[in-house]
């Protein structure tokens, strides 16, 4: 259990004793240096953080935040981590979940937090294979290609997932790698400052299964420069602001769809779109239920001194009831 954090808040308080087994040179230590740098540059209070992982590799992380941490069900951190959200709205919820995780068997569920646009933030460890069940091909990687760890090349076409995510209406979407970790923390804290649902993908080589995109290939040794750039280094601008007309959407959604097709020998990263003419969930409950932040469901009490239930049914059997 988390408990209140004492004095300043830095990397190391959110570093847990618990040994990681990834292996040498994966990403995914990157990705977890990143997210405990963030935590720490917000001063945001371990006993106020919930970390939700699904199954992978990248279900590991919570492990070695030092906050609250859910391993629950293979594609279902991001409805898990929505309950958490709404029962206790002073949470800083993240989710870590892998390509599979994310849109393979949790497609549906991510498609649905998107409708709702809930305040929590979605990180995204893309290395387009499924590396804790040996390198089968995840749901990104492009039709045709072979990593060494596939008999034949891949059948399927790939998810794009930062188009699926403007498509069911994430609100903050963006992509990081993992091997940039300075870039990484900015855009995990711009994620998590997000009022909405936000999702970062998270470039992130698999030393062991995929040997296609690799470290080497992102910093472009083949073709003499890096792969990778930064959007908001060029000057790209992905704001639709509160209260923008049709005209300012369909515009700044176009440049969005042109950049987030970009792939080969250019590999944006940075921020692809931040919504902010789209309300939250929470919004939309204070709309729909007035006082419901002013006793949310975790803040409620459920039992007296002597531990008799104070829960009463009855509105919503009222409710339900057919006349």
Not at 73 to 82: D, K, Q
Not at 168 to 173: C, M, N, R, S
Not at 176 to 181: E, T
Not at 223 to 239: A, F, N, T
Request: glycine share 10%; with cysteine; aromatic share 8%.
């Amino acid at each position: 259990m988390a408990v209140a954090t004492k004095g300043k808040i830095t990397p190391k308080t959110y570093k847990t004793a618990f040994p990681i087994d990834w292996c040498p040179g994966c990403g995914d230590y990157g990705i977890l240096n990143a997210l405990q740098q963030a935590l720490a540059k917000l001063q945001i209070p371990r006993h106020l953080v919930a970390v939700v992982g699904g199954i992978g590799c990248s279900g590991k992380a919570q492990y070695h935040v030092n906050a609250y941490g859910v391993h629950t069900l293979h594609g279902r951190p991001l409805t898990y981590a929505t309950g958490i959200r709404l029962a206790n709205p002073e949470m800083r919820v993240i989710v870590v979940s892998g390509d599979g995780d994310s849109m393979a068997i949790g497609a549906g569920h991510f498609v649905g937090a998107g409708r709702r646009n809930t305040n929590l933030t979605h990180l995204m460890f893309n290395n387009e294979v499924y590396g804790l069940t040996k390198g089968q091909a995840g749901p990104t990687l492009p039709l045709g290609l072979q990593t060494k760890s596939l008999p034949e090349p891949n059948m399927n076409g790939a998810v794009n997932p930062l188009m699926l995510a403007m498509t069911v209406g994430y609100t903050w979407i963006g992509r990081g790698y993992a091997y940039d970790v300075r870039r990484l923390v900015d855009l995990i804290m711009q994620a998590i400052e997000h009022p909405g649902l936000s999702f970062l993908d998270i470039l992130q080589p698999c030393p062991t299964y995929n040997d296609l995109h690799t470290q080497e290939w992102f910093s472009g040794k083949d073709i003499g420069r890096p792969r990778i750039y930064d959007l908001q280094k060029e000057g790209y601008d992905p704001v639709i602001p509160d209260g923008a007309d049709e005209a300012t959407v369909d515009a700044k959604l176009l440049q969005f769809i042109e950049k987030a097709h970009e792939w080969g020998d250019r590999i944006p990263t940075g921020v692809f779109l931040v919504n902010r003419n789209v309300s939250s969930y929470e919004e939309r409950l204070k709309q729909r239920i007035p006082n419901y932040f002013d006793a949310p469901p975790a803040k409620r009490p459920v039992a007296d001194e002597k531990g008799v239930t104070l829960t009463d049914l009855s509105p919503i059997f009222e409710d339900l009831a057919m006349a």
